[in-house]
């Protein structure tokens, strides 16, 4: 007796839960590009002047001096490290759960400068800097990674992709 089950492959029932359903793979290698372009572009500039980027985050006055310089330094690499294993596939979950903490780190970052009436420019894709007070974007850059953790909480929910060296390697995550 053959089973009613629909086959693997099989498309499955229209509207948004069909079209989500049967695309779902070139979905989340979308979100891992987009969560890739994100994490090159904020390290990219921070890599060629690290200074630069120590003095960004000496500037939101959250860290205590002897982590300044070390957490300046490897948040590029981090980044860029994020950026790479999302564009080769491999740890597609975990990066994007390390993802979206980071990215709430940041946004907790961000909204303590306004709550501390400390004008400052972010810092995001290259330097930061003190900026005059009321020329602050802290809410734009708030939202900005507010939208950059919805690839990330995609890829937690479903991380399997097309071109994925992961699936290659190891078959579709669970």
Known sequence: MAS????????????????VGDNQQWISLVMRVLLAVMWFNYS?????SPETNAQSVRAFRI??????SPFG?????????LGLLLILGLGTRLVAVFSALLL?????GIISLGARGIAISCGC??????????HTRYTLDVLRDLLYILPAAWLIWKPASKF???RALLGDPI
């Open 125 to 134: 894709g290259g330097s930061g800097g003190l900026v005059p007070k009321g």
């Open 164 to 166: 994925s060296l992961e």
């Open 73 to 81: 330094y490897a948040q590029p690499y981090l980044e860029l490290a």
């Open 104 to 108: 709430l780190v940041y946004i907790g």
């Open 63 to 68: 860290l205590p001096e002897s982590l300044v």
């Open 4 to 19: 009613k089950a629909p086959a693997k492959d099989a498309p499955t029932s229209g509207g948004i839960r069909g079209f």
């Open 44 to 48: 990219l500039g921070k890599l060629t």
